[in-house]
């Protein structure tokens, strides 16, 4: 089963490697890492897409807290949440092809970003399922290149926020 | 702090501004009451090791750096101080890897300074550089790199705190050698700063009731406990816990002492070499009561069969441990003198007779035994060992059979008695354990029992015995085999006895050579004398005790048995 959780990180260095290591040294499976800044200089934000159990899914996140750079740990088991992943797609798309691919891209809602003779690229984000139908799609026609952010994660607001 | 008149950072109060960082170093160890500092110096930590020439802190050079960590970890562990160790960049660094992560298993507190290359040269490969904050990432609780002087003392301070605290463990601090030489020019802030950092006291009430109301309801509770409860320094809650309820404890190998033996409701020790009683205790409870103990696989044997019938409680500080190994029924996580003691206030006082009667009668059928004939066995030895020092010694262990012997014959009373590398299983461990135990109990009997394999790995550190003239006895096994290996061989391997035979020198003259006193015991007639010769000399003594070469380390429950399916060996 996936899970997502998320970790608010001391911006320092070796930060990285002390959640990496800690995944990689107790067997846990990462999908996808994300780290970026956030509004406050002194912390960064983890994203992670992990796979196992409900058990597995406790470790980490207990695992994670005892991390000293660790900040705050949180899991998006049982709650509602909006996620994000961006993709950069070349797919081979020759004149006489084009405008089907640029049909299906608009279906996507992704933009077309850069054109040549031979094929374009796509920009397209939205939870990871739908990347992934688009990349089926797209498949027919040849994908060339393909690059993934990985997925950010967010708890919807309640009616009382 | 310092009464130094040459010492700017002492008592004048100036500040940090103006020394450097060895010297901050100085005066961030003085004011963290470190007392003795174990390592060896090297070239990245000069500048630390000429601020140590005149300072009041106590230095103990061993012979090789492992041997100097494992001396901060038995210091840590007999005294409860933090223990302290400094290696130089490179190989001091990387030399001090087994004794990190023997005490990471143990979570013994200890910071490790290493040197490290110039700050501007990290990353090139220079003389002696190794990522040593890499390598020790997880083999510590956490670890630090400081490149820049103004961080030094805060850092030094952090490292510290993180240390003790909460689940204790070894922290690294990495220093560039610019960052001992230069100094701040302004006062540095030197308050931690660890917003991650928020280890656990107390405990949740509600969970402690729960815990009372199913041990309140239980026929056939145990206590199942560890080093928790040594680091905690829960002893006397746990023995009001045990009176009140009538409830037999058992300890694992790192809670050995922590529940007094000679107490009837003692099981002494379980798992895997635990006793028959302790074992069947366990397998027919219907409430285990874990406290600071993590249900390791030497303990439980196979996982799915273990106390098949016990609701399962569990107090630990590290809410990491819970439910790692085995499902438990109702998790506190907390300090275990903190819940132990809460737990007293919600306890019935009970008798439970018919649990008892049940327990006497295993205790009766199958005591810890072993047959007295034939050469002499390493069981008298240690059997001895506690009487002839009324079971009131500070035992270091290697790792193998003799530890084992050691654990189930001593005879344990009090805690942080034994120091015995139980998770990470070091070989080695004992000798330099027991140095470092006598350095912070300068009083007290310190011994090191050993096996002749654990022994050879580091007898090296019998010369800082010697010139710091420590009254350790260092009790060597000596069976000529590496005895645990071949045991296995012997059981599971159809005795085909693989690269276990093990040639070792004349102990005696090893000791004599390296200066201290040595003493070899060949048969049963000279053992007492001999023994007690050791005990009685004022320095330190290395005595060879040649034992029954093949003698089998009972009970034994094999790799993936349950409890119940112990090998009593010939004498059940």
Not at chain 2, 208 to 225: F, G, T
Not at chain 2, 252 to 263: H, I, R, S, V
Not at chain 2, 279 to 292: F, M
Not at chain 2, 530 to 535: P, Q, R, S, V, Y
Request: proline share 5%; glycine share 10%; net charge negative.
């Amino acid at each position: 089963m996936k899970h997502v959780i998320m970790a608010l990180v001391q911006n320092q260095p070796g930060v990285l490697a002390h959640v990496a290591g800690m995944f990689a040294a107790r067997g846990f499976n990462i999908d996808s890492l994300v780290v970026g800044r956030t509004e406050d200089p002194m912390l960064s934000r983890m994203t992670i897409v992990a796979v196992g159990d409900d058990r597995v899914l406790e470790q980490i996140r207990k695992q994670l807290e005892k991390i000293v750079t660790v900040v705050k740990v949180r899991d998006f088991q049982d709650v509602r949440y909006v996620e994000r992943d961006l993709m950069l797609v070349r797919v081979h798309a020759p004149a006489e092809k084009r405008s089907k691919v640029v049909d299906l891209v608009t279906l996507f809602r992704g933009r077309v970003v850069d054109v040549s003779r031979k094929s374009l690229i796509v920009e397209m984000s939205g939870p990871e399922d739908k990347l992934e139908a688009f990349v089926d799609l797209a498949k027919p026609y040849g994908i060339g290149e393909l690059a993934r952010t990985g997925v950010i994660a967010m708890k919807r607001g309640t009616q009382a926020d | 702090m310092t009464d130094k008149k040459d010492d700017p950072g002492g008592s004048g109060h100036r500040g940090y501004a103006d020394l450097t960082g060895a010297q901050i170093f100085n005066e961030m160890l003085l004011e963290e009451g470190v007392e003795v500092l174990f390592g060896f110096p090297g070239g990245a930590v000069i500048p630390i090791f000429d601020v140590l020439y005149d300072s009041p802190l106590k230095f103990v050079m061993s012979r090789h750096e492992q041997g100097a960590c494992h001396m901060a970890d038995g210091y840590a562990r007999s005294t409860g101080k933090t223990g302290a160790v400094i290696a130089t960049s490179g190989p001091g660094a990387t030399n001090l890897i087994t004794g990190l992560a023997t005490a990471n298993m143990d979570s013994v507190p200890l910071v490790a300074f290493t040197g490290q290359v110039r700050s501007q040269l990290i990353g090139n490969d220079a003389f002696q550089e190794a990522d040593t904050t890499g390598i020790t990432r997880p083999i510590t609780k956490h670890n630090f790199l400081v490149t820049r002087v103004e961080d030094l003392g805060r850092t030094v301070k952090e490292a510290f705190h993180i240390a003790r605290t909460g689940r204790p463990g070894p922290v690294v601090v990495d220093i560039a050698v610019d960052a001992t030489v230069n100094k701040p020019g302004r006062e540095p802030a030197m308050e931690p700063d660890l917003p991650g950092y928020k280890p656990r006291g107390g405990g949740h009430i509600r969970q402690v009731r729960a815990a009372a109301a199913a041990i309140n309801a239980a026929d056939h509770p145990v206590l199942y406990v560890g080093g928790g409860v040594v680091l905690s320094g829960a002893t006397e809650a746990l023995r009001a816990v045990a009176q009140k309820g009538r409830i037999p404890v058992t300890t694992t190998l790192l809670g050995l002492g922590t529940f007094d033996e000679t107490d009837p409701l003692s099981l002494r020790m379980l798992g895997m070499h635990g006793t028959a009683y302790a074992n069947y205790a366990v397998q027919e409870s219907d409430c285990l009561v874990a406290v600071g103990a993590r249900f390791d696989d030497r303990v439980t044997g196979k996982i799915e069969a273990f106390a098949p019938k016990a609701k399962i409680i569990h107090v630990d500080i590290d809410p990491a441990s819970i439910s790692k190994n085995v499902p438990v029924d109702i998790p506190v996580v907390g300090d275990a003198k903190y819940i132990l003691e809460k737990l007293l206030e919600h306890l019935e006082a009970k008798e439970r007779p018919a649990w008892h009667e049940q327990i006497a009668q295993w205790k009766k059928l199958y005591p810890l035994k072993y047959a007295p004939d034939g050469g002499i066995k390493p069981q008298e030895v240690v059997e001895l060992l506690g009487e002839l020092t009324r079971h009131d010694a500070i035992v270091a262990t290697g790792v193998g059979q003799h530890q084992m012997w050691a654990a189930q014959f001593y005879g344990w009373r009090r805690p942080r008695q034994i120091l015995t590398s139980g998770g990470l299983g070091t070989m080695g461990y004992g000798c330099p354990a027991a140095i470092g135990a006598q350095f912070g109990n300068p009083g007290a009997t310190v011994l090191d029992i050993d096996g002749d394999g654990s022994f050879s790995m580091t007898m090296g550190e019998v010369i800082t015995a010697v010139q710091h003239d420590l009254p350790v006895k260092f009790i060597v096994l000596d069976n000529g085999y590496l005895g645990m290996v071949r045991q296995w061989q012997d059981l599971f391997y159809h005795k085909r006895y693989s690269a276990v035979a093990h040639p070792c020198p004349d102990f005696k003259m090893v000791a004599e050579g390296f200066g201290a006193r040595g003493i070899r015991i060949s048969a049963r007639s000279e053992l007492a004398d001999g023994l007690n010769e050791a005990l009685k000399h004022p320095g330190p003594v290395v005595v060879a005790v040649e034992v029954e070469p093949e003698e089998n380390v009972y009970p034994m429950v094999a790799a993936g048995k349950g409890l119940h399916e112990m090998d009593l060996g010939k004498l059940a």
